[in-house]
């Protein structure tokens, strides 16, 4: 902890960064998302493998970019999502410092995204074995039965969209669900609507989500709502190979076309 | 108010006698998900007993997520038929709820009923009765005695429960609660005093304190840091026993359709964004600021009570892990 500590100071003295978005201990014993503003504060920062958050998702936030210069402590979650929103330019008007802590409790800050990118492939994670069963469970039932387990599921979502607000792929100034002329997606949290959304929202992610599985693990209602799009970068990878979050200058499937195709309807 | 005793082990029949009776009977369900959800139940084994804490809080069993205020039809000479029918609404007893929650109940009733009555909420609200049950157990996100509550107050309930042992300490406060006891399960109660088999939850910080300094806590430093973490979610607010806002929109067609009321939520962007697109809560630092201002200091001042009850709900659930009362302390500080 106190090498973590002795880096962000070190941080923070030579002006590399003036805010740190990393970890603290909250009241309640869980490590937490804290925001480091001034030297003082360091002593709060801790990294744990219980550190579950995606901090970058911070890094979209207005408040958070007027710090101008941000270091981030990382997860290999975050590093993905480093990776991936690099790939889509978003980041052109802040200057971060990436940071993370390896298996042996090193602490890498890395000088640019290159190394970011080296390595998340170094280090790419594997589908978690807990979703694999159940997404392997989902397809063991019937068409029937599975659109009944995901109608169920989703009849109990009360749309506080804190699956969208969690996911660091959901950086729309403006969301489909808050068009209303026209409106698009009914709002009112009933299940069509909530099935409209959920599916919306999964299309958009297809191939660009990071497998965080952010959105399952703060679903307030326990609707394990990531599935969705882990079984779609599977299917991604097996029909066209492609890894989200995966290469700085990757395509993700959704957003390329190739004049070579195998696919002739889309010529 | 009276004081009865029921014996642990005919809480059950008193439970399934409610049922009987034809009452909807709403009570904490323990789901896969591990967390506990207050739904309809058929019977006591349904229920969960072993919980700190509803994910949710009842308040949708008065103010639905989703409440249709009526529906239309075009007719055949091009006017509209218009429905709003409310007889079924079914009695309903809410079976467990803490006693924070119940707390919230009188808080949700001077929101609705106070000035320009909301008959929705009226008739819901009439036609439900509050069996609450003590807690004996609080984590450390429970601040209850925070905000001049505590774990067996029997604020807002039709009847308290209080287990104690092989029996239950039963305070019944209301004409309502005394007509759903069925008085073969119950005697006269012997027993002197709940307290020891209470919960003992901590004082987080002190209500008078706070009453004084959250008067120019709108101009704090703190707000930007405090809510720096804040995604703009509405998980605290639908999760919150005393979050009213809502949101009215209308679902179908020229033909037919129908006006809902939905819950809103204060994080949201859109929540104060005017039609010109001019947003006077144009970021998340205001956004945080006015739910707990709202909660500490406006209610206070419109109602005369502290709409917090200190259920802990927001900090469990929120994404982000903010709390609640450490940001009120932050605010507030000296």
């Known amino acids: ?267 | 108010m009276e004081i009865k005793t029921i014996t642990s082990a005919n809480i059950p029949v008193f439970f399934n006698n409610l049922v009987k009776s034809g009452k909807v009977v709403v009570a904490p369900v323990l789901k896969k998900s591990g967390k506990v959800f207050f739904e309809s139940v058929q019977s006591y084994d349904q229920v969960s007993t072993d919980y700190i804490q509803t994910a949710f809080s009842a308040k949708s069993v008065v103010f639905p997520e989703v409440e249709e205020l009526f529906s239309y039809t075009k007719k055949e000479d091009g006017d509209f038929e218009f429905r709003n029918d409310m007889s079924n609404v079914p009695e309903t007893v809410i079976w467990g709820l803490r006693p924070c929650d119940s707390s919230a109940f009188n808080y949700l009733t001077d929101f609705f009923l106070k000035e320009n009555p909301d008959t929705y909420f009226k008739l819901r609200k009439e036609r439900t009765t509050l069996i609450s049950v003590s807690c004996a157990k609080a984590d450390a996100a429970c601040f209850c005695t925070s905000v001049g509550l505590n774990p067996g107050n029997v604020t807002g309930s039709d009847i308290l429960l209080t287990a104690m042992g092989d029996s239950y300490y039963v305070e019944i406060s209301t004409e309502k609660g005394k007509s759903v006891i069925d008085t073969a399960l119950f005697t006269d109660s012997t027993e002197k005093s709940k307290e020891e088999f209470l919960a003992k939850v901590e004082t987080k910080f002190s209500m008078d304190e706070i009453r004084e300094r959250i008067q120019t806590a709108y101009d704090s430093a703190e707000w930007k840091h405090e809510s720096m973490g804040c995604l703009g979610c509405g998980a605290c607010a639908f999760s919150c026993p005393t979050c009213t806002c809502f949101d009215i929109q209308d679902e179908g067609s020229q033909e037919s359709g129908k006006r809902l009321r939905c819950w809103d939520a204060c994080g949201f962007g859109q929540f104060t964004r005017h039609a010109s697109g001019h947003n006077p809560k144009s970021n998340q630092t205001a956004r945080r600021r006015q739910r707990l201002m709202h909660k500490f200091k406006y209610s206070v001042e419109n109602f005369g009570i502290v709409s917090c009850v200190g259920c802990g709900r927001c900090i469990r659930v929120c994404p982000a892990h903010l709390n609640i009362f450490e940001n009120i302390l932050n605010v507030t500080k000296a």
């Open chain 1, 1 to 267: 902890m106190k090498l973590l500590q002795n880096k962000v100071a070190e941080l923070f003295e030579n002006g590399t960064i003036n805010l740190m978005i990393g970890f603290k201990e909250a009241l309640t014993k869980q490590p937490v998302p804290c925001f480091i503003e001034k030297a003082s504060e360091i002593e709060q920062l801790i990294y744990t493998k219980d550190c579950k958050n995606n901090l970058s998702v911070y890094l979209h936030k207005p408040e958070v970019k007027q710090a101008g210069k941000i270091g981030i402590l990382a997860n290999i979650a975050t590093l993905r999502a480093l990776v991936q929103l690099t790939s889509e330019n978003q980041f052109w008007d802040i200057e971060k410092t990436v940071l993370t802590v390896n298996d042996k409790e090193e602490v890498i800050v890395f000088s640019d995204m290159e190394e970011v990118e080296a390595y998340v492939q170094a280090n790419f994670p594997e589908f978690s074995e807990e979703d694999l069963k159940l997404l392997d469970y989902l397809e063991s039932l019937s068409r029937e039965d599975r659109w009944k387990y995901w109608t169920e599921q989703f009849s109990a979502c009360i749309k506080c969209y804190a699956c969208r607000a969690v996911c660091p792929m959901c950086y729309c100034p403006q969301c489909t669900v808050e068009c209303n002329q026209p409106q698009w997606i009914k709002t009112s949290a009933q299940t069509t609507g909530n099935l409209e959304w959920h599916i919306m929202r999964a299309m958009h992610l297809a191939g660009r989500c990071i497998n965080c599985g952010e959105c399952g693990r703060i679903c307030p209602v326990g609707i394990p709502v990531h599935l969705l799009t882990v079984k779609m970068n599977q299917d991604l990878f097996k029909e066209f190979g492609t890894k989200s979050g995966f290469a700085l200058k990757g395509d993700y499937a959704l957003n390329s076309f190739k004049p070579d195709d195998k696919e002739g309807f889309i010529k």
